[in-house]
């Protein structure tokens, strides 16, 4: 999906916030997500890794194009599972359309 100015649609674009990462841009900051995973486990175990790692992936998601917003998610699933670490239930409920308050599997 394109705006009015011919550059991509994404998430943050429809509220006026940011402009879309080029492909290049999107490898770059994977890159730099997946390689920090070890690092955040180090420094910030537990709750305070999936902050950090969320905060940071969502950063990334938001800044894309609904074109490629499947595919980066992808990418920062296959991330954390090079790992071994399962993808975060609320982003699989938002993925299929359901608010993660409302889901047991969060409590």
């Known amino acids: 999906m394109m705006l009015a100015n011919g550059r991509p649609k994404t998430l943050a674009t429809e509220r006026g916030e940011v402009v879309p990462m080029t492909p290049q841009e999107i490898e770059q900051q994977l890159a730099e997500l997946a390689g920090a995973v070890p690092q955040l486990l180090k420094r910030t175990p537990g709750v305070e890794f999936w902050i950090e ?10 800044r894309v194009s609904v074109d490629h917003y499947d595919w980066v998610t992808g990418r920062i699933y296959e991330a954390l599972a090079a790992h071994g670490i399962s993808t975060p239930t609320r982003w699989l409920l938002a993925a299929a359309g359901t608010d993660s308050s409302e889901s047991s599997l969060d409590r």
Do not use: G, M, V
Request: glycine share 0%; proline share 0%.
């Open 53 to 62: 790692f969320l905060e940071r992936a969502d950063a990334i998601r938001n």
